[in-house]
């Protein structure tokens, strides 16, 4: 299927690794220039390299979107380029933390990373979007926004916050052609979850081969229809399909992508 995403320039914020460089590897490879984030130059330029080698577009902004400073070296970077008709609004950052390890800090610190750094970018990108009639906003959620766990409470808050803000700034933006749409992964196999689950797969009983481990893995932490954890281009496929004119008629939506964990008609 032809995405039509050729004529489109996007920034993928927090694309060095994970789900964000799947995505900006994705968008490239369907034809889009690609802007790789991050806040070590040195990764984001081997990415962008590696796109290019591919055959794809590829440019680099560098900044930490934790300060307005850095969020405007990365908006005036990816605009060197052109203007940008999609903002994936990916980075983000969390601590394995309880309600009684989580202290006010954290949660400060964490709304400001997962939270404030995505309004940063809207902020500086989605006005000239709305000028020119055409532009895609996408952020990447998480079932744990609505069906939240009992550790990490400060994260779940920031996933509930991203998908709040996606859905007003979806009715802020009625009848300009500019969409905003939410990405929900569920429990996705990138290599520090694998590397954490074969860690502890001994003392869990899991096995040793790394099937043996994914299937019980799965069963004990984060059940679902598919008996498995996501891959990043199943992520990156959502995304996708979001940023690219066949999906015009969606707005202000949540496309989960999490194997049925989330157990909601909704």
């Given amino acids: 299927m032809d995405l039509h995403l050729a004529e489109r ?7 060095t690794s994970g789900l964000g460089e799947a995505t900006a590897r994705m968008l490239a490879a369907e034809g889009a220039a690609v802007v790789v984030h991050g806040r070590d130059a040195g990764r984001a330029r081997a990415i962008a390299d590696d796109i290019i080698r591919d055959g794809g577009r590829a440019s680099v902004a560098v900044g930490d979107l934790t300060t307005d400073e850095g969020a405007d070296a990365v908006a005036d970077a990816a605009l060197a380029g052109g203007p940008v008709d999609v903002l994936v609004n990916n980075a983000g950052a969390y601590e394995h933390l309880s309600w009684a390890d989580a202290t006010s800090e954290a949660w400060a610190v964490t709304y400001d990373q997962n939270v404030i750094s995505g309004v940063r970018m809207i902020q500086r990108l989605v006005p000239a979007m709305r000028e020119r009639g055409w532009g895609r906003v996408i952020t990447i959620g ?3 926004g609505g069906q939240p766990m009992n550790s990490h409470p400060q994260y779940n808050a920031t996933l509930a916050a991203r998908h709040n803000l996606a ?19 569920g429990a996705i196999l990138v290599p520090a979850v694998r590397e954490l689950l074969t860690g502890i797969a001994g003392d869990r009983g899991w096995g040793e081969t790394w099937p043996e481990i994914e299937a019980a893995s799965v069963r004990e932490l984060v059940p679902n229809d598919t008996d498995r954890f996501g891959r990043p281009d199943e992520i990156a496929g959502a995304v996708a399909y979001l940023c690219g004119p066949l999906a015009d008629y969606i707005s202000g939506a949540s ?4 194997g049925g964990t989330v157990r909601s008609v909704q």
């Fill in 142 to 144: 998480g079932g744990l």
């Fill in 9 to 15: 320039r996007a920034l993928v914020t927090g694309s």
């Fill in 255 to 258: 496309l989960r992508v999490d």
């Fill in 167 to 185: 859905v007003s700034l979806a009715r802020e933006l009625k009848g300009t052609g500019v969409t905003s749409n939410v990405v929900a992964p």
